[in-house]
């Protein structure tokens, strides 16, 4: 799976690259690793967001904080930061031999979208995936259009719709992984 923090936009729509926050490292990390995820790719192409992720990763799995709590450091170890989306891609295909096909997520409606089923079934196959999801307001729509697939929006019973990309990332995956489906 991936977090991007480029391309995405903000509340106003312009395309920006989002700023890297540690409550996002950790939590999806944990989730990462309860549900089986193989690599979390945290994609950004900012030099100092870069160094960042890698001095929290560094903490959690190499230094004091990887011998205070080594459950945490299991987690981290998951995370991998590169800068584009295509470098994952190609760290994938250099592991599997094969490129993944994208599926992407937005909380927006008008996109012609898969269902977490469809997706589940997919995921049985012997074909990489790659799940991604966007930060700040989500990812830009040429991004989510450039996908192989688009992911059904998360839809409550509310009209609010703004999850955080934490919250919507251990949803995903427990619709998409969990042991039982209910």
């Not at 170890?77 to 891609?89: H, P, W, Y």
């Not at 839809?155 to 999850?163: T, V």
């Amino acid at each position: 799976m991936a977090l991007v923090h480029y391309p995405v936009v903000n509340k106003n729509g312009d395309i920006i690259a989002s700023a890297v926050t540690n409550l996002d490292l950790h939590d999806i990390a944990r989730a990462a690793k309860t549900y089986g995820i193989k690599s979390f790719f945290v994609v950004t192409p900012l030099v100092d967001q870069k160094a960042l992720v890698e001095k929290i990763v560094s903490h959690w799995t190499e230094g004091l904080g990887a011998r205070y709590n080594p459950a945490r450091r299991q987690a981290l170890e998951l995370i991998r930061v590169e800068e584009t989306l295509e470098k994952v891609a190609d760290d994938i295909r250099n592991r599997c031999g094969i490129s993944p096909k994208t599926v992407v997520t937005s909380a927006k409606s008008g996109f012609k979208t898969i269902n977490y089923g469809k997706f589940r079934e997919m995921l049985k196959s012997s074909i990489p995936y790659l799940l991604v999801l966007g930060t700040a307001w989500g990812l830009s729509e040429g991004f989510i259009t450039s996908a192989d697939y688009v992911l059904s929006p998360i839809k409550g019973p509310a009209d609010y719709n703004h999850l955080s990309v934490r919250s919507a990332t251990a949803i995903i995956f427990d619709r998409l992984l969990a042991n039982e489906t209910y």
